[in-house]
């Protein structure tokens, strides 16, 4: 029952990191209708950009200087490159945010080089906060359930309870309209994209520290967030966060109980062959939840797209 | 009179004519002749490459050039072809089958095809956005498997074979990289000649189609799902015949050979080529491996120049290396090329000192953050310097900001040549 409690909290961090990457990159797709691949990219950005920071100016300067630049960049590729491409139609634009990717990781690299970067937890919140029989759950982590939790709030707020948010929302479904009610569109489109990206970058400052910043960082995380938002729905808010916490869950679940095959296979009344070395099933037997924890969300994905091709909550065929 | 030109129009072009056949007659003899020309091993490995990677180009391209689909997922369909065919190596070696070499990358195209049948069955009912996602997602899910189901993919080594096994084929054993390359080449051009084929036919017309106006060719009768799903078909077949080469020149596959940076890899090698034109892909492949092996060697962020020059393909040239290329044939139809040339000179001889300058900052950039401690001398063009001195920062940076200038100084003057050797005479522009 604590084990429960405690893989909920990191299932619950797990989910909540990737919503606030979804969250973004959701909002933009349901915006321009273009899938940006190289989301994670920028919030591998922002955790470089925080860990430069944080050599001169501490973890916290890092947390508050290195999103506004993560979304000034991104505002300046919407603006400078996928408005470009956009008249070309959506395929390339995919492959403009695919390349934007590949080049964003070698721009790393170039700069920051291919070891993982000395980026900590700040000193302050090096400390456990409770525990739950035995199993400790750190400060940190408590912590980043705090920021993400208030971002979603945030967020929400300004989407439904503000004039800001009410032109997005109108721009999401009548853009010619809005256009012609005096509103500057493509700027909104500028700003949806520069503050999605911004939320990847606040997400990439407070997860580089637990899950190192290194180049593959947006490779390990990227192709989880497009699951994610597959599976939630394409564009739709609601869809992404119960899509990632969802997958958060799964995940952790499957890594900590270690569910074999065997034992499934036994369970159900099939006899366990005496020799397994000879057999082309053998990897069946020996399965084991760990080792396939990763790829659930795209076993997830890939069932959701054939059975139910709009998601879990979206409204409308991508 | 009005049956005669009737009867003109009616008749159909021959489907072999000596102007069609002609391309290919020189690509085949250009292929017998590459190895008298480039004798060395090395070269030969090269060119094994390149023509498995044209292989692969081609086949990818028949999706997205000529069925408009974006797949983030193909190498899956190449490498579980190359595993394939790895394992009937090894199955043949053991119980001594008499199975000829030359033959196995049928094998490798027909699991190949059997693959793309189970996928295509749910990825092909829509383009775009969805197809994209569900190739991602499968991708990645077998790339993943490999490294649990240990007795097909081999875990984290591979599997690896042997070609040399058996009974030689005409006293041939495969022993030797040429022998190797000629039927690498012999595959080349019998897949290449396939492929065009298939885009000639209705069903590869109707996949041109499809590409264009899904709605419109449903209205005709076609069901939009299954053309595309054919194409997706023959495209797993012609990916898994690259698979299969694959496996007969590297005797090993590994989970690289499925991972999204390989499927990642041939978007760019087909983008960079070109998607519009049927040889786009032959020589993005061809510019991709040369860039690939001799840049390679030059400098450690090729992949850098690699991704930069990806980018502003994508941006400024959407119709890739091909679509420039193709620019060219109506100047050269209306007779005008030649007042492309001298605009031509002034401004890509200073766009190119531009490049080499840029390059250079980025390198001596690059050796200033990463050489090794107390390391400050670097060869760069020849020449040998101090990288942390700032002479040869200053110069870079000046050749680059005054090539870039005067190409863009250029610029205009090129458009209107442009302008002038695109418009034929007689009409006013």
């Not at chain 1, 980043?144 to 109108?170: C, E, H, N, P, W």
């Not at chain 2, 885009?199 to 053309?227: C, H, K, Q």
């Not at chain 2, 950039?365 to 401690?373: E, S």
């Amino acid at each position: 029952m604590d084990l429960i409690l405690v893989n909920l909290i990191d299932g619950l961090v797990t989910g909540l990191l990737l919503f606030m990457l979804s969250a973004g990159l959701t909002l933009i797709f349901s915006m321009m209708g273009v899938l940006n691949f190289a989301h994670a990219s920028f919030y591998m950005l922002g955790a470089y950009f925080a860990y430069q920071v944080s050599v001169y100016l501490g973890f916290w300067m890092g947390l508050l200087i290195a999103p506004p630049l993560v979304g000034v960049l991104g505002a300046l590729v919407e603006r400078y490159g996928l408005r470009r491409v956009h008249q070309y139609g959506h395929v390339p634009e995919l492959i403009f945010t695919f390349g934007l990717a590949l080049l964003i990781e070698e721009v790393v690299q170039f700069i920051w080089g291919k070891d993982q970067m000395p980026y900590a937890i700040p000193e302050i919140l090096n400390f456990t906060a409770f525990a739950i029989a035995g199993n400790s759950i750190p400060a940190y982590k408590v912590f980043m359930i705090f920021i993400s939790v208030a971002i979603f709030i945030a967020l929400l707020y300004v989407l439904t309870r503000t004039r800001v948010g009410m032109i997005i929302q109108a721009a999401l479904t009548y853009p010619r309209t809005v256009e012609a009610l005096g509103h500057n569109v493509p700027l909104v489109f500028m700003g949806v994209f520069g503050v999605g990206t911004a939320l990847a970058g606040v997400a990439g400052v407070i997860a580089g520290p637990v899950l190192s910043t290194f180049p593959g960082m947006a490779v390990v995380l990227g192709s989880i967030v497009f699951v994610t938002i597959v599976i939630g729905g394409l564009g739709s808010l609601w869809g992404a966060l119960v899509a990632s916490l969802l997958i958060g869950w799964i995940i952790t679940f499957a890594k900590s109980y270690n569910i074999r095959m065997e034992d499934i296979l036994t369970g159900i009344g099939i006899e366990k062959p005496a020799d397994l070395s000879e057999s082309l099933i053998r990897d069946l037997w020996t399965v084991t939840s760990p080792q396939i924890a990763d790829i659930l969300p795209y076993l997830l994905m890939v069932l959701i797209l054939v059975f139910r091709p709009y998601g879990l909550f979206g409204k409308r065929d991508a | 009179m009005t049956e005669t030109s009737y009867k003109t129009r009616a008749e159909r072009p021959p489907l072999i004519s000596v102007a069609g056949a002609l391309p290919w007659l020189i690509a085949t003899l250009f292929l017998v002749l590459m190895p008298v020309i480039f004798p060395s091993n090395s070269a030969l490995t090269i060119m094994n490459q390149m023509a498995i990677t044209i292989v692969f180009a081609l086949a990818y391209n028949m999706l997205l050039g000529q069925g408009g689909m974006l797949s983030f997922g193909h190498a899956v369909f190449m490498g579980v072809g190359g595993f394939m065919c790895v394992h009937i190596m090894n199955y043949v070696e053991d119980f001594e089958l008499p199975l000829p070499l030359p033959l196995l990358p049928v094998f490798g195209g027909l699991f190949g095809m059997g693959l793309a049948l189970i996928v295509g069955a749910f990825s092909t009912r829509k383009a775009g956005t969805v197809f994209a996602m569900i190739s991602l997602g499968v991708g990645e899910l077998i790339a993943a498997c490999s490294v649990i189901i240990v007795a097909f993919f081999g875990g984290e080594e591979g599997v690896s074979g042997d070609r040399t096994y058996g009974l030689p084929v005409f006293g041939i054993e495969f022993l030797h990289q040429i022998e190797v390359y000629y039927l690498t080449a012999f595959w080349l051009i019998l897949s290449a000649l396939l492929m065009y084929l298939f885009s000639r036919t209705p069903i590869g017309r109707m996949a041109n189609a499809v590409r264009d106006n899904p709605e419109r060719a449903e209205f005709l009768g076609y069901s939009a799902r299954w053309v595309r799903f054919y194409s997706f078909v023959a495209s797993g077949f012609f990916a898994g015949v690259a698979g299969g080469l694959f496996a007969i020149n590297y005797e090993i596959l590994t989970e690289e050979n499925l991972n999204l940076a390989q499927s990642g890899a041939i978007l760019l090698v087909t983008f960079l080529g070109g998607v519009g034109v049927f040889f786009g892909p032959i020589i993005g492949a061809i510019v991709f491996t040369l860039l690939q092996s001799v840049l390679s060697l030059q400098t450690e962020i090729w992949q850098l120049y690699l991704g930069m020059l990806f980018v502003l393909t994508v941006m400024y040239f959407p119709g890739g290396l091909a679509g420039v290329i193709m620019m060219h044939v109506i100047p050269l139809r209306l007779g005008k090329a030649h007042l492309l040339v001298m605009p031509y000179i002034r401004t890509l001889i200073p766009a190119a000192v531009g490049i080499l300058g840029l390059a250079a900052v980025l390198e001596i950039l690059f050796h200033i953050r990463h050489a090794a401690l107390g390391d400050e001398e670097m060869t760069l063009f020849w020449t040998t310097f101090d990288s942390h001195s700032p002479i040869p920062l200053v110069i870079a940076i000046v050749a680059m900001v005054a090539g870039f200038w005067l190409a863009k100084r250029g610029a205009p003057g090129l458009a209107e040549a442009w302008h002038r050797a695109n418009t034929p005479d007689g009409v006013k522009a």
